[in-house]
């Protein structure tokens, strides 16, 4: 397993070792041991899996009580993910990277809990996976503005001239106005 540094510290870039031959391939996509050799204590309580279309973003989500991290990964297609750091006591408060994922490269992304996250999908059609440390609560959950100017995302949009957002994305808030961490 390789790690890949991100500009924030906290956000982590797993690689992991893929096994393939003529069959087909194995990797490890989790192993505890990742996160506690690096001083990180996670319990996963929670699976989930999406699938989208190309020009489909999903983000930039949190839970404001109940913060998940989130360990994801793609396993059909491509998409761009990005995660914003929303606690106000940090460094990197309101910074955000983006790391391309994908069937192909096989990342696997860390979020811990106190960030936004979301992702583009750039191929046809995208499978993404994800674990969770908390779980789900609708009546905590927040949308923050995926192109708030004050994030400077640098979306990958090529020929997407207009993401589809859902009800709740399109209702998000900028970070001036947002919910964050302590």
């Given at each position: 397993?390789?790690?890949?540094?991100?500009?924030?510290?906290?956000?982590?870039?797993?690689?992991?070792k893929?096994?393939?031959?003529?069959?087909?391939?194995?990797?490890?996509?989790?192993?505890?041991?990742?996160?506690?050799?690096?001083?990180?204590?996670?319990?996963?309580?929670?699976?989930?899996?999406?699938?989208?279309?190309?020009?489909?973003?999903?983000?930039?989500?949190?839970?404001?009580?109940?913060?998940?991290?989130?360990?994801?990964?793609?396993?059909?297609?491509?998409?761009?993910?990005?995660?914003?750091?929303?606690?106000?006591?940090s460094?990197?408060?309101?910074?955000?990277?983006?790391?391309?994922?994908?069937?192909?490269?096989?990342?696997?992304?860390?979020?811990?809990?106190?960030?936004?996250?979301?992702?583009?999908?750039?191929?046809?059609?995208?499978e993404?996976?994800?674990?969770?440390?908390?779980?789900?609560?609708?009546?905590?959950?927040?949308?923050?503005?995926?192109?708030?100017?004050?994030?400077?995302i640098?979306?990958?949009?090529?020929?997407?001239?207009?993401?589809?957002?859902?009800?709740?994305?399109?209702l998000?808030?900028?970070?001036?106005?947002?919910?964050?961490?302590?």
């Open positions: 397993m390789e790690v890949i540094s991100t500009a924030i510290p906290d956000l982590l870039l797993f690689k992991p893929v096994f393939g031959d003529e069959r087909g391939f194995f990797l490890e996509s989790f192993r505890e041991s990742w996160f506690s050799e690096r001083g990180i204590s996670v319990n996963f309580v929670q699976d989930n899996h999406s699938s989208s279309s190309k020009g489909v973003l999903r983000g930039l989500h949190y839970q404001i009580k109940n913060p998940q991290g989130k360990l994801v990964r793609v396993t059909a297609g491509e998409v761009y993910d990005v995660a914003v750091d929303l606690r106000k006591s460094p990197t408060f309101g910074q955000s990277v983006g790391v391309y994922l994908s069937a192909e490269n096989k990342n696997i992304f860390w979020i811990p809990p106190g960030f936004a996250h979301g992702f583009l999908v750039l191929s046809e059609h995208a993404f996976n994800y674990k969770c440390t908390e779980y789900y609560a609708p009546e905590h959950d927040r949308s923050l503005l995926w192109n708030d100017p004050v994030l400077n640098k979306w990958p949009l090529g020929d997407i001239t207009q993401p589809v957002l859902s009800a709740k994305d399109q998000a808030l900028p970070l001036s106005q947002a919910e964050v961490f302590p």
